[in-house]
């Protein structure tokens, strides 16, 4: 895009108003510099990928590094919670396969999760009585506690974030997100961790 000098912006809605400091209408965040810089040394390929995925990227390290605050206090990573969170929210007892899918995790990464979670006495484990290779798992009373502590924290962080977004600018947020994420989760190979 332009901005009204007919010069190129960093900001895709050409004006920059939103989402960092700004000069001349150009958008003045970490990743604008960035993509200034790629710029200036291949100037031949087309970085406005870059103004996208660097900007999903740099705001998911930012929020996590605020958001996981609450999880540390009570000695959970990111990870756990979110195990903790799948059992939670489904309300079912799982199995350590249904959880790396409802985690997009491996199922090497979801054993050891729940080892630990195990021991902590945060999650227990029910063998199943007519094959003994699977387990069930289920939240315990105070694994349940836990988590209905932390997640309003949570989401009141959440909400103080957004609170300088209209609710259209969030829907469309939201909305353009949920495409992005349709699409990705849709490919061959989707990331587990």
Avoid at 57 to 75: I, S
Avoid at 93 to 101: C, D, G, I, Q, V
Wanted: with cysteine; proline share 5%; glycine share 14%.
């Amino acid at each position: 895009m332009t901005g009204n000098d007919g010069r190129p912006t960093d900001d895709p809605r050409g004006g920059g108003e939103r989402g960092g400091a700004t000069v001349g209408g150009v958008r003045g965040d970490t990743v604008a510099a960035v993509v200034r810089q790629w710029r200036a040394v291949h100037p031949d390929l087309d970085t406005a990928p870059m103004e996208i995925i660097g900007r999903i990227n740099r705001c998911a390290a930012l929020l996590q590094q605020a958001e996981d605050a609450p999880l540390r206090r009570v000695g959970l990573s990111r990870p756990e919670f979110d195990l903790l969170g799948a059992l939670r929210r489904t309300g079912d007892e799982l199995t350590p396969s249904e959880l790396a899918r409802e985690t997009f995790s491996s199922g090497a990464a979801v054993t050891k999760r729940l080892k630990q979670l195990t021991e902590r006495g945060l999650v227990e484990r029910r063998g199943d009585t007519r094959d003994r290779r699977v387990a069930h798992l289920r939240l315990t009373d105070t694994g349940r506690e836990l988590v209905d502590g932390v997640l309003p924290e949570q989401l009141a962080y959440e909400r103080a974030v957004l609170a300088g977004l209209e609710t259209g600018e969030r829907d469309e947020l939201a909305g353009l997100l949920g495409d992005l994420l349709g699409r990705l989760e849709g490919r061959p190979g989707a990331g587990r961790g």
